[in-house]
Structures are given as C-alpha cells and as structure tokens.
C-alpha cells in the first residue's frame, strides 16, 4: 500500500498564499507522476497540476501563473504553492500518485490522499 498525507491547507484571505504539501510512504517501489487535483462542493474532481519524475509540469488554465508545483523525490513529497488565490480556488485539495508497490513492482495504480480543505474568504 502506498500512503499519501496531505498538509497546509486553511482559510486565506483574497490574494494571499498558502503552500500545501504531500509525503509519499509506505511499500514504494517506484513513484511516478504525482500532481493535485481539488472538488469544490457540487462539481468533479478536476486537475489542478501535475509534475512527472523527471519535472515535467502541467497546470490547469486557471491556475497557471499563480500556482507551481515541485517535488523532492529523496522525500517522496510534492509541493503546491500557491499565490494570488481567489474565492474561485476554494475546494478540498487531494494528492494523487502513480506507485507501484513493492509487492507488485510492474503494476502501476493511482493512489489518493484524504485531502486538505483550503478556503478563500475574506
């Protein structure tokens, strides 16, 4: 099994910043692309940005600009800043990760966090 625990996740005022962060444990043999995605109430499940092994980002258009994704693969934890947030950006923020795990090392699945409320509000 793979473990995704997410962090930094509150109420920011308008324009204001957070960071959220998500630590990768458990059976890992391999992690690949991992990226995070937010639900507001009532709507999907919707991309907000990915980053791949190698660095590679993908960001949804709107956050592009205004969010930035890392990762520290010695940690097996990937980052989301994010600035200049707006009321739009409220959602519960999940981590997701390809993994394999030690146990099955060529079956690669999506693993999940529990995730992390972020509200914008002034």
């Known amino acids: 099994q793979v473990q995704l625990v997410e962090s930094g996740g509150g109420l920011v005022q308008p324009g204001g910043s957070l960071r959220l962060s998500c630590a990768a444990s458990?059976?890992?043999?391999?992690?690949?692309?991992m990226g995070w995605y937010r639900q507001a109430p009532g709507k999907q499940r919707d991309l907000v940005a990915a980053?791949?092994?190698?660095?590679?980002?993908n960001y949804a258009d709107s956050v592009q600009g205004r969010f930035t994704i890392s990762r520290d693969n010695a940690k097996n934890t990937v980052y989301l800043q994010m600035n200049s947030l707006k009321p739009e950006d409220t959602a519960v923020y999940f981590c997701?990760?390809?993994?394999?795990?030690?146990?099955?090392?060529?079956?690669?699945?999506?693993?999940w966090g529990q995730g992390t409320q972020v509200t914008v509000s002034s």
């Open positions: 980053i791949t092994s190698s660095g590679n980002t």
């Open positions: 997701n990760a390809k993994a394999s795990t030690l146990f099955f090392p060529l079956r690669v699945l999506a693993w």
């Open positions: 458990g059976n890992i043999f391999s992690l690949y692309d």
